[in-house]
């Protein structure tokens, strides 16, 4: 699967007990059974980051500091995933990509907050506190060609700052990184700004790689998001199977 540079090998899967070698029918009758060993990193595939996954200046959310109190060997002691609590909320769709006219963005394009709220206007949708933003940007049809999808649009940090100005609780997109894959604030310097910002400074959680062609097709923009992280002590983020249930 397509893979952000730093979160690389990503997956592996290992078919450890086989039906063929555990059949026994004179040890279990006609019973056999089979099992495996998953190795993966906390952010491959479809995931939901962790507050403790970024920090700025050495400080996570709320200003922790990071020191071997908070930062150990087996994991993180504060923020990390196990203490988000499932998430029962609304989600919105913003399709950016449909609202400009087109089937995909641009190769590299940040998004504004203009785009967002053209977007919403066009969909009659408003964005509320508390709301699950979901935004598509039509490189999920790309998830199969992985040179393409890692150069997929992404949400610009201007737009960022006006999605927390809803005071959202979580955003997500179709790409690998929220946010174009090598963007860098130029006053700053600072590499993934919109990372640094929704996390760090606002405690606004991100998704990334998520599948929202089937809300896209049914334009179905609003939405009850479900979403129940794993509970992975100490970890900077978790493989999520996020669901959308449509509001009649």
Request: a neutral charge; aromatic letters at 10%.
């Amino acid at each position: 699967m397509p893979t952000h540079p730093s979160h690389k090998p990503g997956y592996f899967y290992a078919l450890y007990r086989q039906h063929r070698s555990t059949y026994n029918p004179q040890e279990h009758g006609l019973r056999s059974s089979a099992s495996g060993m998953l190795v993966t990193m906390e952010h491959a595939g479809t995931h939901i980051d962790a507050l403790c996954h970024q920090a700025f200046d050495m400080k996570l959310y709320n200003n922790i500091l990071v020191n071997n109190a908070v930062e150990t060997p087996f994991g993180f002691k504060k923020l990390s995933v196990e203490k988000i609590q499932p998430i029962i909320t609304r989600g919105v769709l913003l399709d950016v990509a449909k609202f400009k006219g087109l089937d995909y963005l641009s190769e590299n394009y940040e998004i504004t907050s203009q785009d967002l709220e053209n977007c919403a206007e066009l969909e009659k949708i408003n964005v509320n506190r508390g709301d699950v933003v979901l935004v598509r940007t039509g490189y999920g049809n790309f998830w199969n060609d992985k040179d393409k999808y890692m150069k997929a649009a992404g949400v610009s940090l201007e737009a960022s700052k006006w999605l927390a100005d809803k005071k959202v609780f979580a955003v997500g997109a179709d790409n690998s990184a929220w946010e174009i894959l090598y963007a860098r604030d130029q006053e700053s310097g600072t590499t993934l700004p919109s990372h640094a910002f929704l996390i760090v400074e606002k405690g606004i959680h991100i998704m990334e790689h998520l599948n929202v062609e089937k809300l896209a097709t049914d334009k179905q923009y609003s939405f009850i998001f479900i979403c129940l992280p794993l509970k992975l002590r100490g970890a900077t983020g978790s493989p999520i199977r996020p669901i959308a249930i449509a509001i009649k």
